[in-house]
Every structure is written in structure tokens, then in C-alpha cells.
């Protein structure tokens, strides 16, 4: 079935560092993929879709320039939270769809991300 | 209103039982589609089983199956035989052909099934 890499799986570092994510999709093309944020035992929360040669499109009360979203190729978007603090950690999941009305989101195994 | 209502916060069953997980949804749009994803305590999100709105018949998929009642708007997922390895978290989805931004999905709150001896 339909593969989506995520990467890292792990991200621990200071407040104020930019943490870059990245989402491949290792065995089809996906001019759309999404991100998506996911508190403790809370359901997953969509952040933005990510749009293969264009801009991301960005849910209400996300900050777009704190979650910098590009998606550069058919197989690869990138999230990077700029300048983190503490209360951007979380785990962050990305998703791809193949194409097809009855496909489903293909998930990364998510990156739990940790700012001290 | 919540697109996708999970009504059970949490659920237990006995090995080799069968459970039904609640699903409700509420949309507008004639053309849609249900997802059911397993979460680990992993965290990777895994796809079950997929219901289109059109489908006449339940989906089927191996231990799970989907009780697809349209005029009721649930679409509840059914565990047969259930085993210490499906203590997880599942979540319900909908996917509205309206929806834009690529059909994006929107989540329920999820139900945290536990598997006993």
C-alpha cells in the first residue's frame, strides 16, 4: 500500500530554535498533502493543506509564518516551526491522499516534538 | 455542531469478543466518505475501513466491518474476535466532496478501546 515517510520521529531542542519536519511520499505522487497537530489525548487537529507548486492553504487561528509549510515536489512537503517555544510542543502527523475518491489519507508515523 | 460525534470517551472488551465503536455524522453534502483509523499508543495513524455515501452494501475489511445506517448518519465500526493488539484509539472521519483544500478530512474525538484477558 501507499507509504508516507515522516521524518524526524524525535525532536527535542531550545526555545527559539526552527525545527524543520519533513513528509515524503515514497511510492506515489501527492500534490496535496496535510498537516495536522495532535495535543495528548485530543483527536487530530488540521493545521494546513500543503499544495504541490503554490501556497499552503492555512486553517483559521493557524499562524502562517510561525508554520512555514513548502511542498516543493510531488514526494516531499516540509513544516518548520519557526522560532519554537514551549507551547508549540506537540505531536505533529502529516498525511497524503493517493489520488481517487475512495483512497484514503496515508499517515507518517508523526513527530513528537519537545521545546525546553 | 460537530461534524463527527464519537459519543464513548472510552471502551473495554474481552479477548475474542466483538465491540461496536459509535460513529454519528452531520453533513449537508450528498457525496461523501467515512474513515476509521487505528492510533496506537505509537502515535502512526492507521487506515481500517472506508464507506462511500453512495455505497449500497456495508465495507467490509477482514475483522472489521462498517454498520452504515445513511438516514441515521452513523457509520459504526464493528471489531469482531477482538484481540490484546487492537487496544488502541480510533478515530471516525468524514470526508466531504465539498470540502475543498484537496478533501480534507475532518476527525471525531476518538474512542480509547482497551482489550482484556
Known amino acids: 500500500g501507499a507509504v508516507v515517510s515522516q521524518h524526524p520521529s524525535w525532536v527535542i531542542c531550545k526555545s527559539g530554535t526552527s525545527v524543520k519536519i519533513e513528509c515524503r511520499s515514497l511510492?506515489?505522487?501527492?500534490?496535496?498533502m496535510f498537516w495536522y497537530r495532535q495535543f495528548p489525548k485530543q483527536s487530530l487537529m488540521l493545521m494546513a493543506t500543503?499544495?504541490?507548486?503554490?501556497?499552503?492553504?492555512?486553517e483559521q487561528g493557524v499562524e502562517k509564518d510561525k508554520f512555514l509549510i513548502n511542498h516543493a515536489s510531488l514526494t516531499l512537503s516540509t513544516l518548520t516551526v519557526t522560532s519554537a517555544h514551549p507551547e508549540d510542543s506537540s505531536f505533529y502527523i502529516c498525511?497524503?491522499?493517493?489520488?481517487?475518491?475512495?483512497?484514503?489519507?496515508?499517515f507518517g508515523d508523526g513527530t513528537r516534538l519537545s521545546i525546553l | 455542531a460537530q461534524k463527527i460525534t464519537q459519543t464513548q470517551p472510552g471502551m473495554f472488551v474481552q479477548e475474542k469478543e466483538a465491540v461496536t465503536l459509535d460513529c454519528t455524522y452531520d453533513?449537508?453534502?450528498?457525496?461523501?466518505?467515512l474513515f476509521w483509523y487505528k492510533q496506537p499508543s505509537s502515535g502512526e495513524m492507521i487506515f481500517l475501513i472506508y464507506?462511500?455515501?453512495?455505497?449500497?452494501q456495508n465495507a467490509t475489511e477482514g475483522r472489521y466491518s462498517l454498520n452504515f445506517q445513511k438516514a441515521r448518519k452513523s457509520a459504526n465500526l464493528v471489531i469482531s474476535a477482538s484481540q490484546l493488539g487492537d487496544s488502541a484509539m480510533y478515530f471516525c472521519?468524514?470526508?466531504?466532496?465539498?470540502?475543498?483544500?484537496?478533501?480534507?478530512?475532518?476527525f471525531g474525538t476518538g474512542t480509547q478501546l482497551k482489550v482484556e484477558l
Open positions: 498525511s497524503a491522499r493517493v489520488p481517487g475518491a475512495e483512497q484514503p489519507q496515508h
Open positions: 511510492d506515489f505522487q501527492a500534490t496535496t
Open positions: 500543503s499544495n504541490e507548486g503554490s501556497k499552503a492553504t492555512y
Open positions: 453533513t449537508s453534502d450528498p457525496s461523501y466518505g
Open positions: 464507506q462511500g455515501s453512495y455505497d449500497q
Open positions: 472521519a468524514m470526508r466531504e466532496a465539498g470540502s475543498g483544500g484537496g478533501n480534507k478530512l475532518t
